[in-house]
């Protein structure tokens, strides 16, 4: 399954690169832009940002290993420093894929490499295809 | 105190309205546009917006309790139904303002008056003015 | 459906008493004994005991609308205030109970009605008796 | 810093152990016994018994760098699988020790090495000895 990035429009207003995303590990990219400020001469990300970053990583994560959309039930983000300007990566990993639910852990580096935050997220796998279910999703799917 | 929502370059890139902000309670408005979107030619909002809008409200409540930007220290999201496009409202109020700690509980609404998400937030209080306790901050400040 | 909390041995090591549970509205009460606190000689309940009361309360809200146990699929703990020796009181109530999610908000106070900790569950709903699925399950059922 | 687990009425309780504890990384140990099942006849743990031992071992990370008790600010539990009857193993560690929050991940294994359940705390370390911040407290300290 190729997961595509593109596909969504908020992905592209943010400006999100996808890496890589195979069998439950993936990793996105985000390059700064001024519009991702926290406030105006400002050099640091808006929490926004990460939250949205670490949200759509783990989604991709446990998408990657059922090659379909998944939606989120619910996300925690710990922010542990302030992400200066410069790229953002965000890695994530399937902690498990079950019948109904899927975990899903994520770290965010900035430029230099320093963990910014941490995030977890339960997603939807059942796949009933109920909009009912379609809570918070993210992949515009394969 | 009057908090500012438009000093933040995010803020204006999602196109975020401060309806109210006292006391520890705010409200927060979002007009739907095509970039906020989950999919192309999709009605529903991209997760990532919601829970921006819920970081974002949860800050300001425990802000307006204090006159001053508060980081936020880590956030839980729970999506509970898609959100359609149309206007989003997001109510907050700050369950506690500690000496070191607040924590705010936010809900999400869209243009029907359907809770689509909920969330809470805890924020950093202490107010030390050190950018390494500057974690996730959004709230531009007064 | 009767709910019933004395099934399990761990509610009868905590000494947990069921006040109500109908229609997503549950009350739970736990007197104060000497081996559920922190410390010797300490005034102050363990926060073991504050968070397994909120996981307890908020999946027999769910668990009151189903008329069969679930189990827990992710829980958060907010701590406002330390909980003092004396009588606790869980309310939860039941926020959403989709067909394959549940989530619960429940609120913790002490004897003198001061909220000492807030908590929110999300369990799962779709009951395909699998022991995979259960998790984290709490109540023993009707 | 010797930190102790057994001056805790609680801990006793629910029969508790310290393997070990130093620098950020701290490894519990919990024996099975009946009374921390979750039905008459259950071989599966209490959900409740997880999330205490979690909650304590992010506590003891956090305060084996610190030297002192910490309170916990917050709590997030996974559950993953049910937990069978048999020794439970909690390994946890610091993510980040600032200067008013210090952040945990904590892993629960089953005696066959399973992961069970996967948790993350925010503790206060601001340590300003006020009874009101001492929120959650676990370690009654060194």
Redesign the interface.
């Known amino acids: 399954m190729a997961l595509r990035v593109d596909?969504?429009?908020?992905?592209?207003?943010?400006g999100l690169e996808l890496v890589r995303a195979e069998d439950g590990a993936v990793e996105l990219r985000l390059p700064w832009r001024?519009?991702?400020?926290?406030?105006?001469d400002?050099d640091?990300y808006?929490?926004?940002?990460?939250?949205?970053?670490i949200?759509?990583a783990g989604d991709y994560a446990v998408a990657s290993r059922l090659g379909r959309a998944v939606?989120?039930?619910?996300?925690?983000?710990?922010?542990?420093?302030?992400a200066r300007r410069g790229e953002l990566r965000a890695t994530a990993r399937a902690?498990?894929v079950?019948?109904?639910?899927g975990?899903a852990?994520v770290e965010l580096r900035d430029a230099q490499g320093a963990?910014v935050?941490?995030g977890?997220g339960?997603y939807?796998t059942?796949g009933?295809g109920?909009?009912?279910?379609?809570?918070?999703?993210?992949s515009?799917?394969p």
């Open positions: 596909r969504s429009p908020f992905h592209r207003l943010l001024d519009e991702l400020g926290r406030a105006d400002s640091w808006h929490g926004g940002v990460l939250s949205a970053l949200d759509i939606p989120t039930i619910d996300l925690r983000v710990d922010y542990l420093r302030p902690v498990k079950g019948r109904t639910v975990v852990d963990l935050a941490i977890r339960a939807g059942a009933r109920d909009p009912e279910d379609a809570r918070g999703p993210r515009p799917g």
